[in-house]
Nanobody
Framework: QVQLVESGGGLVQPGGSLRLSCAAS????????GRWFRQAPGKQRELIAVITSGGRTNYADSGKGRFTISRDNAKNMVYLQMNNLKPDDTAVYSC????????????????WGEGTQVTVSS
């Protein structure tokens, strides 16, 4: 069974940084496409960043220049480095991923983690 677990959230002051991690487990050969989303109270879920199997990245305007998505294929991890955080960045951040499993050539998913809370406040 594929599981995604996020970590690295917390309370940070405006202007600070956090690095979120998303660990994928469960008979996974590789993560195909990884994505980070966020959802603030009362708002719709927002796609923040995408990284493809080839390492291509794309960002929502809200994160361009401040957020960096990356991956470690050997560890089946996806990361989100967030710099110069603002109070508007406060949200639950979740990762999703499509994956390839051992014994299969199919790309499955997306699978979702439960999220990690990021609070930006002084």
């Amino acid at each position: 069974q594929v599981q995604l677990v996020e970590s690295g959230g917390g309370l940070v002051q405006p202007g600070g940084s956090l690095r979120l991690s998303c660990a994928a487990s469960g008979n996974i050969v590789s993560i195909n496409t990884g994505r980070w989303f966020r959802q603030a109270p009362g708002k719709q879920r927002e796609l923040i960043a995408v990284i493809t199997s080839g390492g291509r990245t794309n960002y929502a305007d809200s994160g361009k220049g401040r957020f960096t998505i990356s991956r470690d294929n050997a560890k089946n991890m996806v990361y989100l480095q967030m710099n110069n955080l603002k109070p508007d960045d406060t949200a639950v951040y979740s990762c999703s991923a499509t994956v390839t499993l051992y014994g299969s050539s199919r790309i499955l998913g997306p699978y979702w983690g439960e999220g990690t809370q990021v609070t930006v406040s002084s």
